[in-house]
């Protein structure tokens, strides 16, 4: 088939499951994997994924994690950091690091397949959580504030830690030095350009029409810049678009410009990106074998018994006393984050086909279970509900 035809079958299929699964009450990332699933090669073999349908995940992603980067705010960093970085060890480092020892200790998988497998089963998804958070009028809430810092700290972490993997010690040095003179530099241009009012709006964008297409081909290229500078470094390229995100703030270009243009990339990733690229993320060549999914469920057992139990202590005695399961459920949303650290390290050589698989079955598993405790009421007692 061409190209176009693939592109047909792999949005319909997508868009169609996605919506689906939303309306059963998942999230729509369940449907677009199971979707690549059913029409990949492990069950009816309509797409095979060849170079063209890579290169197509590739520009998928780079739009995806621009728009993560834009959602987070330099404003989030400075506060509730501690309470942000107990919920980090609790739903993240802890269950990482238990995993990584399971995968590497019993299953007997290499150091870095194992630091991959735990990496994209245990990150929560900034994409995923921030709707939740929104459509659980968190936004302005405390509570929906720690839980977004969380995420943004482990989300960050993750991508160091992505773009560093198969490097000397000397290299991780350097690119967490990038990281830091990045970090740096967009605090210094927050405080410079919040203080003394200066936004692009009114220097670049003064009496222009058709601005909205200015600004949205500026910013693209300004994201593709940053991204081609981390890649010519060796660092992922995955990293310059999450930074290039962050970057881009409402102060600079003006609230009007801001909003068109983050409205616009949203219907772009909604409508397209992303079910073209979990789509193509769940194309897996072969469902796993017995042994394969008992391994499955072992790591989705790790993962929920520890992030959602530790989680619920957390949450529960040290920050949020009430609707302890429904924030529960929304730290345990999983997705593009994971998916993207998991494909990119497939094609990069870090993990095999059978991994991948492991690590798609798993996400798709544990968002199901995640998106069942967001939907409990925040009138329930949670001393009712018995938690081993």
């Given amino acids: 088939m061409d190209i176009i035809t693939d592109i047909l079958i792999i949005l319909f299929a997508s868009t169609l499951l996605g919506e689906i699964a939303h309306r059963l009450g998942t999230e729509r990332v369940v449907g677009q ?28 992603i780079f739009f995806i994690v621009l728009l993560i980067g834009i959602e987070v705010t330099t404003d989030l960093f400075t506060k509730n950091m501690k309470h942000a970085l107990l919920l980090s060890l609790s739903s993240f480092g802890i269950p990482m690091l238990i995993i990584l020892l399971f995968s590497y200790v019993i299953l007997h998988l290499s150091i870095v ?8 089963i245990s990150v929560p998804s900034i994409s995923i959580i921030s709707v939740l958070v929104m459509q659980n009028n968190l936004t302005n809430e405390r509570d929906g504030q720690i839980i977004l810092l969380t995420v943004v700290l482990v989300d960050l972490f993750s991508f160091i830690l992505i773009g560093s993997i198969g490097g000397t010690i000397s290299y991780t040095a350097f690119v967490l030095m990038i990281v830091f003179i990045i970090l740096l530099l967009i605090f210094i241009a927050d405080k410079i350009l919040i203080h003394y009012r200066i936004s692009l709006d009114s220097v670049l964008f003064k009496n222009i029409k058709r601005v909205d297409e200015l600004a949205m081909s500026v910013i693209i290229l300004f994201a593709l810049v940053v991204s081609s500078l981390f890649n010519n470094l ?82 529960k005695k040290v920050i949020v006393p009430n609707n302890v399961w ?20 497939l094609s990069r050589g870090f993990i095999d086909q059978s991994t991948y698989s492991i ?30």
């Fill in 33 to 60: 994997l199971i979707s690549g699933i059913i029409i990949g090669p492990a069950v009816l073999n309509i797409i095979q994924i060849n170079s063209q349908i890579t290169a197509i995940e590739d520009v998928s």
């Fill in 113 to 120: 397949s194992s630091l991959v497998i735990a990496l994209s």
């Fill in 234 to 315: 060796n660092i992922s390229f995955i990293l310059g678009a999450f930074f290039a995100g962050i970057l881009i703030r409402k102060e600079f270009l003006g609230n009007e410009i801001f909003n068109s243009l983050t409205t616009s990339l949203r219907i772009l990733n909604n409508t397209f990106f992303i079910p073209i690229f979990f789509s193509i993320a769940g194309s897996i060549k072969s469902i796993p074998d017995l042994f394969g999914i008992i391994v499955v469920f072992a790591i989705i057992a790790i993962d929920l018994l520890f992030s959602f139990y530790l989680d619920h202590l957390v949450l």
């Fill in 326 to 345: 429904k924030t529960t459920g929304i730290m345990g949303g999983r997705g593009a984050v994971g998916i993207v650290i998991a494909t990119y390290s």
């Fill in 359 to 388: 690590i798609i079955l798993a996400t798709i598993t544990i968002s199901v279970v995640a998106s069942s405790l967001t939907r409990m009421r925040s009138s329930t007692n949670v001393e009712e509900i018995p938690f081993p």
